[in-house]
């Protein structure tokens, strides 16, 4: 079983659609992350969730909504996206260390999303 | 001074050759430092966290420098399979908030 996984590979939605992206780990790990990551730009973190609860929100738009039901999965719910949110959108997770995240993280795949 | 920067590259370098890249950082409270390398169109994964004594793995070495805030990853013996985008990751301070900020990426080509 791969580490992290991620579903679905590719999705393209329409400006007005709801969407959800799913990501799962199997390393028993409990620190999962949301990343961006556009052409041309460096990987953007978008939320972490810690024990199950987000400690991190870097001022991301409210049209993504995080949620993570347990330490092994996580989504991000996707509704009135703009075109400029079309990227790649990475999961990874990893074990905190002390009550800190870890940043030796494990991705997954990736979502590669296009918004139309 | 941007927060984390690397060289975009692309490095050409021969099959079997020596190559090094540096990578700079602002933050003088930066605690945690990481090379990853992400291949085309593939997520990024951990090639190695740096230490302040420098670390070894194989023909990989990372090092920290910490008077001119940058790290380094030297790859000796080069092979074909060596060729991705190498990132650096920086946490950008000692709290329990700090933030993890990733460069955009070291092409490395290695030619046959």
């Known amino acids: 079983e791969t580490g992290v996984t991620q579903t679905p590979r590719h999705l393209v939605m329409g400006m007005t659609n709801k969407k959800s992206l799913k990501c799962e780990q199997h390393l028993g790990h409990n620190a999962m992350y949301w990343y961006k990551q556009s052409a041309k730009k460096p990987l953007e973190l978008m939320f972490v969730?810690?024990?199950?609860?987000?400690?991190e929100n870097n001022s991301v738009p409210s049209r993504f909504s995080p949620e993570c039901p347990n330490s092994s999965h996580l989504f991000l719910h996707l509704h009135t996206l703009q075109p400029e949110d079309s990227a790649l959108y990475l999961c990874a997770s990893s074990h905190p260390k002390r009550d800190r995240v870890s940043y030796e993280q494990y991705f997954g795949p990736g979502t590669r999303l296009t918004v139309t | 001074r941007k927060e984390v920067e690397q060289d975009p590259g692309p490095f050409n370098v021969p099959e079997g050759a020596t190559v090094a890249f540096n990578c700079t950082y602002s933050n003088s409270a930066s605690q945690s430092f990481f090379w990853y390398r992400q291949d085309c169109r593939k997520e990024p994964k951990l090639l190695m966290s740096v230490y302040s004594s420098g670390n070894e793995d194989g023909r990989f070495t990372a090092q920290l420098n910490r008077a001119s805030q940058y790290i380094s990853l030297l790859i000796r013996d080069s092979k074909l399979s060596d060729s991705a985008t190498y990132l650096c990751?920086?946490?950008?301070?000692?709290?329990?908030?700090?933030?993890?900020?990733f460069g955009k990426g070291t092409r490395l080509h290695i030619l046959p």
């Open positions: 969730y810690n024990f199950k609860e987000q400690t």
């Open positions: 990751v920086v946490s950008s301070g000692p709290n329990r908030d700090d933030k993890i900020i």
